[in-house]
């Protein structure tokens, strides 16, 4: 139950297009209606969340561990709240794992005050081989999203943040924290992620067409090369020179990504990848990989947030790509130029690719699933040095015939 829209850039994870995708799969909600003395109902949510804790490891390397938060864990603690206490949800469950958050009220409207989350790595079934036993404590205030009393937040989208050592996931979400008139509201106040989806899904229906006129670069982006790592190990890998194309009010605006300027990171998930890239000077750029029929990986979806556009910020989203496909186990690589349309007034120019987001062994790329671009050019050098033979078969022939005739010539009878 999350619910920090304006994290710092490097925290922020605006992905809309996660929430049907890499919702963790085979996990219940939890559910809870708290009532007040008077059997009143006061506070109720409905809600899934799980926990991804990195820890270090008794030989100093480092390892991820994701906590699935059980349906049958414990509400004690959860209080509708008084005029001197606020209103909380408490979870408790496992071995030593609580969570928790505030809520606060306004006159006419109500806040998500403050997550707190603990663990214990002294638990040896989670954390078996923890360089440090004990409790760590981690927490963060939120309080941005306000909510009308009489309606009911919900946000179906994952929602991520990094507070600490720990990736915080929250999907589904349900609630209502001062319940007016014992009845829980019909009127739903929908989260920001979920009506940038709605309005994306709507505009990318149909196939997004690509600009009309196409810019030609200034000059050719820098191919940068970037990792994430699942605990020591590289879990996936990305080498590309990225442009970015904006078309707007019948003008263009076309900046390179500078890798010397851009921070990256991401996560590595199951069924799906995340590479975060974040350039100083123009914006964040987020791109989701994902399996499809269990043995092929491509490129899902992207999401960007620039302000190098006139001084002002520029978002868009596009969750309906099917880009970059190739085999698990294997990279794809495109050298030539290519593009991503992500909306009718944005794309993506490529050059130089190579990614592979899945089944990376040792750091190193596997071979590669070559672009269409790239095998069709592959494809026409052997014809054109055929080609190139048989012109100078034919050449050799020609010279050939003419020489004998002139040979034949010289030796007539007089």
Request: a neutral charge; hydrophobic letters at 40%.
């Amino acid at each position: 139950m999350l619910f920090r829209c304006c994290l710092p850039l490097h925290l922020h994870l605006p992905f809309t297009l996660l929430c049907l995708l890499m919702r963790p799969l085979g996990l219940n909600a939890l559910s809870l209606t708290l009532k007040d003395s008077n059997n009143a109902t006061c506070l109720y949510a409905q809600w899934k969340m799980n926990f991804t804790i990195e820890y270090e490891t008794a030989n100093n390397g480092l390892k991820n561990v994701t906590i699935q938060v059980p349906s049958s864990a414990s509400f004690s603690g959860s209080d509708c709240g008084t005029e001197e206490n606020v209103p909380q949800i408490a979870v408790q469950f496992g071995s030593g794992f609580f969570w928790s958050v505030n809520f606060t009220r306004a006159i006419s409207t109500y806040f998500i005050d403050f997550i707190s989350f603990s663990y214990d790595t002294s638990d040896n079934a989670t954390f078996p081989d923890a360089k440090e036993k004990g409790k760590i404590y981690t927490a963060f205030a939120v309080n941005d999203i306000e909510v009308p009393l009489d309606q009911l937040f919900k946000c179906c989208s994952l929602l991520m943040t990094k507070e600490g050592n720990v990736i915080h996931s929250y999907w589904d979400v349900l609630v209502q924290a001062f319940v007016q008139k014992n009845t829980i509201s019909t009127k739903e106040y929908v989260c920001g992620k979920d009506r940038l989806l709605s309005t994306v899904l709507a505009t990318t229906s149909s196939p997004v067409p690509l600009p009309t006129a196409k810019p030609i670069p200034k000059e050719k982006p820098h191919p940068g090369t970037y990792s994430v790592k699942n605990g020591s190990c590289i879990c996936l890998l990305a080498t590309m020179g990225l442009q970015l194309n904006i078309t707007k009010n019948k003008g263009t605006s076309l900046k390179n990504l500078n890798p010397n300027t851009t921070d990256y990171d991401g996560v590595c998930l199951k069924e799906s990848a995340l590479l975060w890239l974040n350039d100083s000077n123009l914006g964040f750029l987020e791109l989701l990989f994902a399996i499809k029929n269990g043995n092929r990986f491509y490129l899902k979806g992207v999401n960007v947030s620039l302000t190098f556009v006139n001084g002002s910020d520029f978002v868009a989203v596009n969750n309906n790509l099917n880009c970059w496909d190739a085999p698990i186990g294997s990279s794809y690589m495109c050298i030539k130029e290519d593009s991503i349309p992500v909306s009718d007034t944005f794309q993506i120019n490529t050059f130089d690719l190579r990614v592979q987001p899945f089944n990376v062994v040792e750091g190193k790329y596997s071979t590669a699933q070559e672009c269409f671009a790239d095998s069709d050019l592959n494809f026409l050098i052997p014809i054109a040095v055929g080609v190139a033979l048989g012109f100078l078969i034919i050449l050799v022939f020609i010279s050939y015939i003419i020489g004998r005739r002139k040979s034949h010539t010289g030796y007539q009878s007089v």
